[in-house]
């Protein structure tokens, strides 16, 4: 089963219910609740989520968003090691590096995000969410 490990901008894009990027996001967890894959998000991803929708929506509108959403995906980790890795890493962008070991380290095999030039250092296929749903 392919492992689909999705960025922050993603996992914004499905809570918010953000347009124009809303319904490819969808799609992708749509997948995953049919089984066909499995979904991953890092929990660094979680809290910055939060962090901006909040901003924009009622506390309990998102908190209730992503109670559902939960049991949809595995939720990887953001721990010692892959702030270690991530400070040593090629990556200009801290968070993206943080996301991509956390990827890494759970065994995704492919990463979805808008914002591919931030994962140009990756060794795992990077994807948008349009160019991985055309396979």
Known sequence: MRKVFIDTNVLID???EREPFYAAA???????DRGEIELMVSSLAYATASY???????RELVMGKMKKFTP???V??????EV????HSVFSDFEDALQYHSAL???ATV???????????????????EEYLRF
């Open 52 to 58: 901006i929708l909040v901003r924009y929506n009622p």
């Open 111 to 129: 990463i979805i995000t808008r914002n591919k030039k931030d994962f140009r250092p990756s060794l795992l296929p990077v994807y948008t969410p």
């Open 72 to 74: 949809l995906c595995t």
């Open 26 to 32: 969808a799609r992708i967890v749509s997948q995953a």
């Open 14 to 16: 499905f809570l918010g």
């Open 84 to 87: 270690t890795q991530s400070l």
């Open 76 to 81: 990887t980790n953001v721990g010692a090691e």
């Open 105 to 107: 380290k759970a065994g």
